[in-house]
């Protein structure tokens, strides 16, 4: 019987090719991430090595000069996304124990739910032209009451249309979370005679902590990286940040406006480097963030 | 004596009634409070989808999707480049996306447990993070420098590596829900194994990976950082995938940020266009969710 055995072989192969290829697949998941890095790290070689270490202490951003240092833009881009983080903290909780713990099902949870997500699917360019066209008149009369230049765009202006955008990141952790809580605990505290809120700041929050926490680390790392809505609002100002109403720069927003037109070796590999950076730590705070929820759930 | 002592009774059942008053005016002075804080983050949404509206709409006309935008002090003009190139764009990154995402995602489900499929988790979740930005530096040193100019093509490629995480993850979770009776059913009756994962496994699971990769387009669809060292834009019609080309959220972004009336107008047009395109995408991987939801 030869027929059979060729189909069996052929068959064999084919068994063989199939798992083959999506062992390369996988492989090749792994590859990029590892080329990614590679070519981060290799292209910013020409400014690591004329630079120094100096990139992150220096103030003085001088392409004519050849000097660059990325101070203002490590700080612009701490700050924001700091402020969008306190602001937007509160609102997330809020939401988060709405959602997890208030209205767990119904309608009104199906609604709430469904706007958030919307939320996260505006793109960042429109927020970013929403902001520039609504949210900076707003802001530069308030500049205008507190007697502050009135620039309207600005790091405040920035930071605000960012904690709208990282908001449905944390939410969605924290509601996931805080509904995960286990029953018995709550039905405990509930039978000794405790309040809902007494049993939310006594037992959901201190049992949950980590995990809102992760939340809190995944928004960060997204507002880190956030660039187009930034880039659009936070008036690209070279120079060192004063106070939270004067224009800057980001990391992000820095790479956004010059890279296409960066001229020059170490000019180019000094904006990649800031690239580099934004994919380290974003990539340190994702991965403590995922462990983190790991250890929660598990 | 005894009434001094009936008094101090009533007087500390009375404190205690006062207490738990207070507490219980907290706890619904909380409530409200939170039901407040919710509302409130919902209202800069419909601010938003309601501002869009208003001047969107009067931007939109029939020129608005068949012609190309007028130079500065014309009125008039459209994006229909714009839509063309988005199509092509986001055409192409699907085609570059869904065989990998879907072959990852079928080997994490497969051998779950093994070192590589650890690590192409993480690489996966650490992809996902990637700042978009900084995709646009990857591909213009993968892509643009190589082949000596800005393209359609190193645009859908940076797209396609945004969407890839989310189709894997899809993938990889509705494969896993599927039942292994299923599997060993087809086995025992002696199909290969290629052949019960590509006729069995992947149509049962065929709902959950569509979703995920509708709501991936939905995604990256609005994505502007990637596209503007790859893409870049371009004023004219283009269908060529090795030229620069136009794409909604780059028109946006050259537009809204330009200082003339008109180019914001289409600019409001056009990201009314992109909010209505991604409301449309996630009704239908709901509907697509629901309707061929997989049961047992």
């Known amino acids: 019987m030869p027929d059979v055995n060729r189909e069996e072989r052929g068959l064999q192969l084919k068994e063989k090719a199939f798992k083959n290829t999506l062992v390369i697949f996988a492989l090749l998941s792994v590859v990029v991430l590892l080329a990614i890095f590679i070519t981060l790290l290799f292209s910013s070689m020409p400014s690591l090595k004329a630079l120094g270490i100096s990139f992150f202490y220096n103030k003085d951003w001088d392409p004519v000069a050849d000097n660059f240092g990325a101070l203002p833009f490590l700080l612009g881009t701490l700050i924001t996304s700091f402020l969008a983080l306190i602001i937007s903290t509160p609102f997330s909780i809020a939401i988060a124990l709405f959602l997890g713990e208030y209205y767990k099902k119904g309608i ?49 202006t920035a930071s605000l249309v960012l904690s709208i955008m990282i908001l449905p990141y944390s939410v969605s952790l924290s509601r996931q979370v805080i509904s995960m809580m286990p029953g018995h605990l709550k039905e405990a505290a509930y039978s000794l005679g405790a309040t809902r809120l007494e049993v939310i700041t006594k037992i959901t929050i201190p049992y949950t902590r980590s995990g809102l926490f992760a939340g809190l680390l995944l928004a960060l790392g997204r ?69 983190v929820i790991k250890r929660f759930t598990a | 004596m005894k009434q001094q002592q009936i008094n101090k009774e009533s007087e500390t059942t009375g404190a205690m009634l006062r207490h738990i008053r207070i507490r219980n005016r907290k706890n619904y002075l909380f409530k409200a409070l939170i039901i407040g804080a919710t509302v409130m983050c919902t209202l800069p949404l419909l601010f938003i989808l309601f501002y869009i509206f208003r001047q969107g709409i009067t931007a939109i006309n029939w020129q608005f999707f068949t012609s190309l935008p007028k130079p500065v002090g014309e009125t008039g003009g459209g994006i229909s480049n714009a839509i063309v190139g988005s199509i092509l764009i986001l055409l192409l990154s699907c085609v570059m996306a869904i065989p990998f995402g879907v072959g990852i995602g079928i080997y994490l489900s497969e051998s779950p447990k093994s070192r590589l499929s650890y690590y192409g988790r993480l690489s996966v979740d650490v992809l996902q993070g990637i700042p978009s930005i900084v995709i646009g530096i990857i591909i213009y040193q993968w892509v643009v420098r190589p082949m000596g100019g800005f393209s359609a093509f190193s645009g859908s490629v940076a797209l396609a590596l945004m969407m890839l995480p989310s189709i894997v993850k899809s993938t990889e979770e509705t494969l896993k829900l599927l039942p292994e009776s299923l599997k060993e059913a087809s086995l025992a009756l002696g199909v290969p194994y290629y052949k019960t994962i590509m006729k069995v496994i992947v149509p049962t699971g065929l709902s959950g990976i569509l979703t995920g990769v509708i709501l991936s387009i939905s995604r990256v669809i609005g994505e502007t950082a990637p596209l503007l060292f790859t893409a870049f834009g371009n004023p004219f019609m283009s269908t060529d995938i090795f030229k620069p080309i136009s794409s909604l959220p780059l028109i946006i972004f050259n537009y809204a940020t330009s200082p003339y009336h ?11 266009i992109l909010i209505v395109i991604i409301l449309i995408l996630n009704i239908i991987s709901k509907i697509v969710q629901r309707k061929w939801k997989v049961q047992f």
């Open chain 1, 108 to 156: 009104m949870a199906e609604i709430f739910k469904n706007m958030i997500d919307l939320l996260a699917g505006i793109p960042s360019v429109i927020y970013g032209f929403w902001g520039l066209f609504v949210l900076v008149p707003l802001v530069r009369s308030l500049e205008m009451k507190l007697g502050v230049a009135p620039y309207g765009v600005g790091i405040f």
């Open chain 1, 223 to 291: 507002a880190l990286g956030e660039t187009m809505a930034v880039t659009m609002l936070i008036g690209n100002s070279h120079i060192l940040p004063t106070g939270i109403f004067s224009a800057g720069n980001t990391m992000a927003s820095v790479i956004a406006n010059e890279f296409s037109e960066a001229t020059g070796t170490v000019y180019t590999s000094a904006l990649i480097e800031m690239g580099l950076f934004l994919f380290v730590v974003v990539t340190v705070i994702n991965i403590i963030g995922k462990q």
């Open chain 2, 262 to 272: 008109d180019w914001h107008q289409l600019a409001w047009g056009a990201s009314l």
